[in-house]
């Protein structure tokens, strides 16, 4: 079903489109030439549906946002025809609208939710000034649109009165979010246009926000276009799918056909490249290649050369889009093919060696690489006395918390923001230095004879502890070549290479992790690498002084989901060559489970501060003990669709203040099965390890013969507005 | 350095296998040193990369001098000169500054200094080519004066400059990235030198230090004396943002000397910063001194821009069309020259962006590969 109207002003072409696109395209001026960055889409929108639409990074998805609205930057030009259908109004062109109406346009009848809350708010108005503003200026009335706020408010589950008061910087990123969303959606419009709105947020806050969605879509009869890089996300909210590729459409259909069959080989490829928590390992592969330069597509079908069932058709011919069932559109040559082959064909194109390791044998008497012991770390400033007037204000970032790791052993920390797992890491590699606890280096205490300084003084031990960073934009120098960013580590630590051998042993170590030409990459300044590439330079330069311990902190979460596999399996290859131990820290459950379980390590998963479970991942995942750990494990999407996603298993969704710790069970205030002995005792770890794997989990659900099975619950009602959410 | 040796006898060389033994992990099958000849490919370029380890190899010949020096050239002679030569602010401001070079070298001895009844007074402009600037009311030769008085104006210039960036760079990139106490103290200097007003300071310093006063260099750093401590503040605000970045604490990961941080972690991110404010202080070394001579402060030793000025502004030049040229040649010596570091300022920016650096570099090929990609249309994109 392809559109057949291209006049703006001819009849609506079916009674329920609210959006239509006709041959856009955005084109940007380049001094190296045009560039496309949408490519002659044509889409449809029905009328209050919620249309998912997924696409790696640089494949136009913000620009097709942008088209919609006629919001294209300059210099960028958009061609084609973007038709408005007003519910009882005649059809508007958006593409022809004078300024003023399209101001109107913009937030009365199409508004639009951005990525970047933190920067989408004014930091010196309060949230209620910028709610007046948007009022006022589209000449509504202030006192009647206030009323819809505080509903809406309400309705995603805020205080109205405090957050109206509040300024920016008091809400926590996840409260921004949905106060924006709140924003959006004051004057009413009818579609909603949310592009990436949750990828700056915790999993268990973008789930929220997901279920959220759907009762404020019914609510207010909202259409809404929902654009992600994260498919699994928006499988289950989406009524329908639409996967873009290199600035074009490859495929578009109801949910479920996508999902459960999808016809385009690139929509094959993404569902196997995302890890997720319920396909075995072994489906799970990387997608070779990288997407196309927009000034550069590739002749025919923009995906062939990344495609393992391409063919002479495929080069020549751009598909246009066939028929693979109701609703449900492929622009492929081979879609009906692609179905039975695509995956016999991925299978034999992956190179790696995808055998899984199996768990090692940690015997008791293995003498650990990295040993925390009772690791306690502030942050913050006491007051002291003359000249600081500030309050003494200390958060308590990590508490507590002991953890031995062994060698070629993997430990991947799971938790939210703010949950302190960065810091743990990095005092596990002697970045941070602890306020109480020991760390020790092969029985060694790595802070021994530093003094105050914040070096190690063992020069040795700071060569085993290594870190890759999560963000690949900064975690190399902008100004060095890849050349000095990899020569540095080596005249540090192998003074007795002269340049020629450096250079070729930096030569050796990239060809080896796949990015080829060496000779050609190692002259490159870092911007002009890919995400990809930078993360692999990151990784080769703590590899090359050979360390024992290497923090990888999100080291993946950076990267686009086609990305994550394959350095993932780097990452593991790597260690089998170095007998490298990693204690990797994600967000992500579904990634941690991937590392974790290929290499036979554990999952620990934290929450503000402390350890509050940690086991084998099979364990961790398929029997979690700790409430919080089965509430971490609802909110990591699925591609399942079957599953409900309505039944928050928390009481609330915001994480208490950091400065005024819960007592007892610092769960206690979100957990829903919580007692009145949660609030005064506090859980230790306790052993729960059984043939199947390892698992100490502090929750007093976890013993049998415990008061609290004789305790009162604390609350039995859903979840409300944020009482222990307190930012002040 | 080690020589270079014969670059044959690679494999059995004990450098190549045994130094970076105890780094990289025991292997079973560890048959290298005797075997590494057949199992090891030759690359093209005479590298090895044995089968098993990219982490094991190392070049089969030894670097020279030569390839040092070569690389050294690329990257700060070759590639800056590549780029500067495309833009015409580089080129205009290297015409100025190099004319004014030439005059305080060879300019000084080709024109002979000028003494009071040298010729007529008041000589206008191009009356005679034995004044082409006509001279003073004393009879001295105007362009005598303007070109005896560049030499010392360039030194005052370059130590007034050079000491401004390197004590304000080292404050600033010193305290910002250690922090703690040693950022305390640091701070605190700089903040005396923020506060005490700097032109007393200079006037009762040239009456202390009368004897010094007359060598460029030295008054140089004493116009410079409180210009320092702002661009240390705005420096070590910089380094603060800088140093939470994480290539940072990668380096600090890597135990690289803090030196080495400093000094090639740190400072390119600054450069363009400094060298602005390098061109920026030199001008204002200018302009105070001038300021300085003409309020009388600074003794009338020499010929200098200054100097006439006063002198010219004395004999009344402001009202006397007689005289204007008189304060016309020194005015237009400052803003030339002024405006010549603006635009070597202004062009030096270049050179020190990657990206316009990435452009440059010689790749070797023709068929580059297209540099920023990416980024550049992410930019555009405001993405």
Redesign the interface.
């Known amino acids: 079903m392809t559109i057949s109207q291209s006049a703006a002003q001819a009849d609506r072409p079916n009674g329920d489109v609210i959006m239509e696109l006709d041959d856009t395209s955005v084109e940007f001026g380049m001094s190296r030439g045009r560039s496309r960055v949408l490519n002659g889409v044509d889409f449809e929108v029905s009328r209050d549906e919620i249309v998912g639409v997924i696409g790696e990074s640089g494949s136009g998805k913000s620009m097709f946002a942008s088209a919609m609205l006629d919001a294209v930057p300059e210099p960028g030009v958009t061609t084609g025809d973007v038709t408005y259908y007003p519910e009882d109004d005649d059809p508007v062109s958006v593409t022809d609208l004078s300024k003023e109406e399209l101001r109107r346009f913009r937030w009365e009848e199409v508004s639009m939710v951005f990525q970047g809350a933190m920067s989408s708010f004014n930091p010196v108005l309060k949230i209620r000034t910028h709610f007046v503003e948007t009022l006022s200026a589209h000449d509504y009335n202030v006192e009647r649109g206030l009323e819809r706020v505080r509903e809406l408010l309400e309705d995603l589950y805020l205080e109205p009165e405090r957050m109206l008061e509040s300024y920016p910087h008091e809400l926590s990123g996840g409260m921004k979010q949905r106060v924006l969303i709140a924003l959006s959606l004051v004057l009413d419009p009818e579609m909603l246009v949310m592009d990436e709105p949750t990828a700056a947020l915790d999993l268990l806050m973008q789930r929220s926000i997901i279920s959220l969605l759907h009762d404020i879509q019914d609510k207010h009869d909202l259409t809404i276009v929902f654009i992600t890089h994260d498919l699994p996300l928006v499988a289950n909210l989406a009524d329908r799918l639409a996967v873009l590729y290199a600035f074009e459409f490859a495929e578009v259909g109801p949910a479920d056909d996508i999902l459960e069959d999808p016809a385009h080989p690139y929509t094959r490829a993404l569902l196997n490249a995302t890890p997720n928590l319920s396909a075995p390992l072994e489906e799970m592969r990387p997608i070779e290649g990288e997407s196309p330069d927009p000034v550069n597509i590739p002749e025919g079908c923009s995906y062939h050369p990344r495609c393992p069932i391409a063919d002479e058709m495929c080069r020549s011919h751009d598909p246009d889009a066939y028929d693979a069932g109701a609703d449900h559109d492929v622009h492929c040559h081979h879609w009906e093919d692609s179905i039975e082959n695509i995956d016999n064909a991925l299978a034999s194109s992956g190179s790696m060696d995808r055998s899984r390791r199996t768990a090692a044998d940690r015997s008791a008497d293995e003498e650990p690489v990295v040993s925390l012991d009772d690791i306690e770390v502030e942050f913050g400033s006491e007051n002291d006395g003359l000249l600081d007037f500030g309050d003494s204000e200390i958060v308590t970032a990590v508490d507590g918390i002991s953890l031995d790791i062994y060698q070629n052993d993997v430990v991947v920390l799971v938790g939210e923001s703010g949950c302190g797992k960065t810091t743990l890491g990095k005092t596990a590699v002697g970045l941070q230095q602890p306020t109480d606890g020991t760390i020790e280096y092969k029985g060694r205490d790595i802070w021994e004879g530093s003094g105050n300084s914040s070096t190690l003084a063992d020069k040795e031990i700071r060569r085993a502890l290594q870190i890759v960073h999560q963000d690949p934009g900064s975690s190399l120098n902008s100004h060095h070549r890849v050349r000095t960013i990899l020569e540095t580590p080596l005249k540090r630590w192998h003074s007795d290479l002269d340049g020629n051998d450096r250079r070729e042993r930096i030569l050796g170590m990239l060809e080896y992790v796949g990015i080829s030409p060496p000779e050609d990459y190692i002259d490159r300044y870092p911007h002009q690498l890919s995400g990809g590439e930078k993360q692999r330079v990151a990784l080769i330069r703590a590899m090359l002084i050979n360390p024992d311990l290497i923090l990888a902190d999100e080291a993946v979460s950076a990267l686009d989901v086609s990305l994550r596999v394959s350095t993932m399996d780097l990452m593991i290859e790597l260690q089998d060559v170095f007998n490298t131990s990693y204690l990797a820290i994600s967000h992500d459950l579904s990634n941690a489970r991937y590392f974790a379980e290929k290499t036979g390590g554990r999952i620990g998963v934290m929450y503000l501060g402390e350890l509050v479970e940690i086991g084998s991942p099979e364990q961790i995942i398929h029997d979690p003990k700790h409430p919080y750990t089965q509430a971490l494990r609802w909110a990591t999407p699925e591609l399942d669709r079957d599953e409900d996603i309505d039944d928050n298993p928390m009481r609330t969704i915001d994480v208490p203040d950091q400065t005024n710790m819960p007592s007892g069970c610092r769960y206690h205030t979100r957990c829903p099965k919580a007692r009145e002995v949660c609030r005064t005792q506090k859980p230790e770890l306790i052993d729960r390890s059984d043939e199947d794997g390892v698992q100490h989990t502090a929750c007093f659900r976890a013993l049998e013969d415990h008061e609290y099975w004789d305790s009162e619950p604390i609350a039995e009602e859903p979840p409300a507005a944020e009482e222990t959410g307190s930012a002040d | 350095?080690?020589p270079s040796e014969d670059p044959s006898d690679d494999a059995t060389d004990p450098?190549a296998g045994a130094?970076?033994d105890e780094?990289?992990?025991d292997r079973p099958d560890d048959a290298t040193d005797g075997a590494a000849d057949s199992a090891t490919a030759v690359?093209s370029?005479?590298?090895?990369?044995?089968a098993d380890?990219?982490?094991?190899?190392?070049?089969s010949?030894?670097?020279t001098r030569t390839?040092?020096v070569d690389?050294f050239f690329e990257e700060y002679i070759r590639t800056p000169w590549s780029i500067l030569r495309t833009d015409w602010r580089a080129l205009a401001a290297f015409a100025i500054l190099g004319t004014y070079i030439l005059i305080a070298t060879v300019g000084v001895y080709l024109i002979e200094p000028t003494e009071s009844a040298h010729g007529p007074q008041l000589l206008g402009v191009f009356e005679t080519w034995e004044f082409p600037l006509g001279t003073t009311s004393s009879g001295k030769d105007v362009l005598a004066l303007a070109v005896h008085s560049t030499p010392s104006i360039l030194v005052m210039m370059a130590s007034g400059a050079v000491f401004t960036v390197v004590i304000g760079s080292f404050f600033g990139v010193v305290a910002g990235y250690k922090g703690g106490m040693v950022d305390t103290v640091l701070s605190t200097i700089t903040d005396v030198f923020i506060n005490i007003p700097g032109l007393p300071l200079v006037i009762v310093l040239a009456m202390l230090l009368e004897e010094w006063i007359n060598n460029p260099v030295a008054l140089g750093v004493l116009l410079a004396v409180a210009a320092w401590a702002g661009l240390a503040r705005s420096i070590r605000s910089q380094v603060l943002t800088i140093r939470s970045?994480?290539?940072i604490?990668?380096?600090?990961?890597?135990?690289?000397p803090t030196r080495?941080i400093l000094l090639?972690?740190i400072i390119?991110?600054l450069l363009p910063y400094i060298v602005v404010n390098m061109m920026n202080a030199a001008r204002r070394v200018i302009f105070a001194a001038v300021a300085l001579y003409f309020l009388g402060v600074l003794p009338f030793s020499d010929a200098n821009w200054g100097v006439m000025l006063n002198n010219a502004y004395n004999a009344g030049a402001l009202y006397r069309t007689s005289a204007i040229h008189w304060l016309l040649v020194p005015m237009i010596a400052i803003t030339g020259i002024a405006i010549g570091l603006i635009l070597l300022a202004q062009s030096l920016d270049q050179v020190?962006n990657?990206?316009i650096?990435?452009r440059h570099?010689d790749?070797g090929d023709d068929d580059q590969?297209?540099?920023?990609?990416?980024?550049?249309?992410?930019d555009?994109?405001?993405?």
Do not use: C, Y
């Open positions: 350095m080690k450098r130094s970076i780094f990289v992990p690359r370029d005479g590298g090895t990369v044995d380890s990219p982490f094991e190899t190392t070049a010949v030894a670097e390839d040092r690389r970045e994480s290539f604490e990668a380096a600090r990961a890597m135990d690289l080495w090639r972690e390119p991110h020190f990657p990206r650096r990435a570099q790749l590969i297209e540099p920023d990609s990416e980024t550049d249309t992410k555009m994109m405001n993405v």
